[in-house]
């Protein structure tokens, strides 16, 4: 797959990105990815990318031309442009899913106040927020999304890691799990888990993430 991101800070994506997993789908050829600045795509002498909105009100937004103009040349026929926002639909594993199936994306992030309109109506396929709050700027947004879609790119994760029974993956939370040793400080793993019991094993992990499920998420029930 490969990713392309328009940002005004590049530097803040070389420590995450460049970590575990996702440096190894990168060395692997498995995504291309590949940061921009947008200041690129200015042409005064302040690389001026921001400006005050019409009609008032606190603060700058970002202006349309350098990022029509990044917009333009970065796009490639199948490119899906993802605004990230907080004013976006919620992203979550689901649309994790949908967006590793994509060859290619471009996600354009934000700053300031957010973008002038025209950005979002032109240039925008879909719109993306990572939750209900509002950062500084969209590099840490771009970088939740880079990392969820990643890990479910075949061949990225070993066996190990396996994304097939985490929580979300059949609508539930995941079910409580154990490693050695079998007590510690007085905890004991619960005696399903060393019965040799299967189908035992697989009921108690279902009723679990159930219960989990009801408990701290009631909204992925309903
Ligand atoms: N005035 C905007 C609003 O009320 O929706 C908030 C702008 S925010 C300070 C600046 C930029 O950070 C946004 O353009 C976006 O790229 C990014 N951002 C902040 N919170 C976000 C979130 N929850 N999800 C996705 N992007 C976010």
Same mark, same amino acid.
């Given at each position: 797959?490969?990713?392309?991101?328009?940002?005004?800070?590049?530097?803040?994506?070389?420590?995450?990105?460049?970590?575990?997993?996702?440096?190894?789908?990168?060395?692997?050829?498995? &995504?291309?990815?590949?940061?921009?600045?947008?200041?690129?795509?200015?042409?005064?002498?302040?690389?001026?990318?921001?400006?005050?909105?019409?009609?008032?009100?606190?603060?700058?937004?970002?202006?349309?031309?350098?990022?029509?103009?990044?917009?333009?040349?970065?796009?490639?026929?199948?490119?899906?442009?993802?605004?990230?926002?907080?004013?976006?639909?919620?992203?979550?594993?689901?649309?994790?899913?949908?967006?590793?199936?994509?060859?290619? &994306?471009?996600?354009?992030?934000?700053?300031?106040?957010?973008?002038?309109?025209?950005?979002?109506?032109?240039?925008?396929?879909?719109?993306?927020?990572?939750?209900?709050?509002?950062?500084?700027?969209?590099?840490?947004?771009?970088?939740?999304?880079?990392?969820?879609?990643?890990? &479910?790119?075949?061949?990225?994760?070993?066996?190990?890691?396996?994304?097939?029974?985490?929580?979300?993956?059949?609508? &539930?939370?995941?079910?409580?799990?154990?490693?050695?040793?079998?007590?510690?400080?007085?905890?004991?793993?619960?005696?399903?888990?060393?019965?040799?019991?299967?189908?035992?094993?697989?009921?108690?992990?279902?009723?679990?993430?159930?219960?989990?499920?009801?408990?701290?998420?009631?909204?992925?029930?309903?």
């Amino acid at each position: 797959m490969k990713i392309d991101v328009l940002t005004l800070f590049p530097a803040m994506f070389a420590g995450p990105l460049d970590e575990s997993i996702i440096k190894r789908a990168r060395n692997k050829g498995l &995504l291309d990815l590949k940061i921009h600045d947008l200041r690129d795509w200015t042409h005064d002498r302040h690389r001026t990318v921001d400006d005050k909105p019409f009609g008032g009100g606190p603060g700058m937004l970002m202006k349309p031309e350098p990022i029509f103009e990044a917009v333009e040349s970065l796009k490639r026929e199948k490119t899906k442009v993802i605004l990230l926002s907080p004013g976006g639909r919620k992203f979550s594993q689901q649309i994790a899913a949908e967006l590793a199936v994509e060859n290619d &994306l471009l996600l354009v992030t934000g700053h300031y106040e957010g973008f002038d309109e025209r950005v979002r109506e032109a240039l925008a396929d879909d719109e993306l927020s990572i939750g209900d709050y509002v950062l500084t700027n969209g590099a840490l947004p771009a970088m939740v999304v880079i990392d969820a879609v990643t890990r &479910l790119l075949p061949g990225v994760l070993g066996d190990d890691e396996s994304s097939r029974d985490e929580s979300f993956s059949h609508g &539930l939370l995941e079910y409580p799990q154990y490693t050695r040793p079998a007590e510690f400080k007085g905890m004991k793993v619960p005696d399903i888990l060393v019965s040799g019991n299967h189908a035992g094993i697989e009921k108690w992990r279902r009723e679990q993430a159930r219960k989990r499920t009801e408990k701290n998420r009631p909204d992925l029930l309903t």
